[in-house]
T-cell receptor, first 112, second 108 residues
Framework: DGGITQSPKYLFRKEGQNVTLSCEQNLNHDAMYWYRQDPGQGLRLIYYSQIVNDFQKGDIAEGYSVSREKKESFPLTVTSAQKNPTAFYLC???????????FGPGTRLTVT | GIQVEQSPPDLILQEGANSTLRCNFSDSVNNLQWFHQNPWGQLINLFYIPSGTKQNGRLSATTVATERYSLLYISSSQTTDSGVYFCAVDLNDYKLSFGAGTTVTVRA
């Protein structure tokens, strides 16, 4: 089945630790995105990538880093510099930039 | 940046009722999508509708780009329609800007 997978579903970390969230897609999409959702709110863009080895900051990139070494994969690292990392993180992809975006199931990160 | 406003913020329906959700946006857009977020957090694509009207079963959507709004219609609502409905727009910069959502509760 074609789709977007994110792992793990739930993640717990201690403050001060970096953590990497996985996002993989087998839709042959060129563009991939990371969003953050806080309770009762809409999604906000963290980073996006239109092609391999290229990515741009979104609205709330501070404290996050990404890589795009393969078309299928777009991992997100939440660093210790992110002041409020506890949130629901969603990955998305689209056939091209500005195309219809499709979302993975998300990862709930809790940092204590 | 672009402003996206959804109304109403909350909607309670009796099963079988019809409803209309509204999305207003502050600038011309290249892309407009409607999503349904289920209780597990998954975002389900409902419509990709930068302009015009589309229908999918009991759901339909209309976007009037020149007047900067979109409407999502739910007919004969079912309990499985419960959840949060998001409107999201792409101005011209490869990102979706989301509204705050409409929380729909359908009671049996």
């Amino acid at each position: 089945d074609g789709g977007i997978t994110q792992s793990p579903k739930y993640l717990f970390r201690k403050e001060g630790q970096n953590v990497t969230l996985s996002c993989e897609q087998n839709l042959n999409h060129d563009a991939m995105y990371w969003y953050r959702q806080d309770p009762g709110q809409g999604l906000r863009l963290i980073y996006y990538s239109q092609i391999v080895n290229d990515f741009q900051k979104g609205d709330i990139a501070e404290g996050y880093s990404v890589s795009r070494e393969k078309k299928e994969s777009f991992p997100l690292t939440v660093t210790s510099a992110q002041k409020n990392p506890t949130a629901f993180y969603l990955c998305a992809s689209s056939k091209q930039g500005r195309g219809e975006q499709y979302f993975g199931p998300g990862t709930r990160l809790t940092v204590t | 940046g672009i402003q996206v406003e959804q109304s109403p913020p909350d909607l309670i329906l009796q099963e079988g009722a019809n409803s209309t959700l509204r999305c207003n946006f502050s600038d011309s857009v290249n892309n407009l999508q409607w999503f349904h977020q289920n209780p597990w957090g998954q975002l389900i694509n409902l419509f990709y509708i930068p302009s015009g009207t589309k229908q999918n079963g009991r759901l339909s959507a209309t976007t009037v780009a020149t007047e900067r709004y979109s409407l999502l219609y739910i007919s004969s609502s079912q309990t499985t329609d419960s959840g949060v409905y998001f409107c999201a727009v792409d101005l011209n910069d490869y990102k979706l800007s989301f509204g705050a959502g409409t929380t729909v509760t359908v009671r049996a």
